[in-house]
Nanobody
Framework: QLQLVESGGGLVQPGGSLRLSCAAF????????IGWFRQAPGKEHEGISC???????TNYVDSVKGRFTISRDNATTVNLQMNNLKPEDTAVYYC??????????????????WGQGTQVTVAS
């Protein structure tokens, strides 16, 4: 069964850091662009970052630019390093294979279904 599993969330104080991981089971991520999305309480899903299949291109929404970094750890894992976290970053975070990495895809693409996600809570 092909599956993506998110992990690494938790409770952190404002200004703190977390490293989220997106792990693939049943396939490798080498050839796929990957996006990170989040859903804050009471809000719709938001695309926040993506990485191209060649690693030559990354994109970030303005709200996380300069604080979050997406990278490939190995053939089956894509990470999202989140620094200087803010209370407004509180959300459930998800990863997904996407069609291609661009600002347009982050804004418009949504997978047919979401994984379990990982909860990030930023609070003092």
């Amino acid at each position: 069964q092909l599956q993506l599993v998110e992990s690494g969330g938790g409770l952190v104080q404002p200004g703190g850091s977390l490293r989220l991981s997106c792990a693939a089971f049943g396939f490798t991520l080498d050839y796929y662009p990957i996006g990170w999305f989040r859903q804050a309480p009471g809000k719709e899903h938001e695309g926040i970052s993506c990485i191209s299949n060649s690693n030559s291109n990354t994109n970030y929404v303005d709200s996380v630019k300069g604080r979050f970094t997406i990278s490939r750890d190995n053939a089956t894992t894509v990470n999202l390093q989140m620094n200087n976290l803010k209370p407004e970053d509180t959300a459930v975070y998800y990863c997904s294979v996407i069609r291609f990495c661009s600002a347009y895809q982050l804004e418009r693409f949504r997978p047919e279904s979401w994984g379990q996600g990982t909860q990030v809570t930023v609070a003092s």
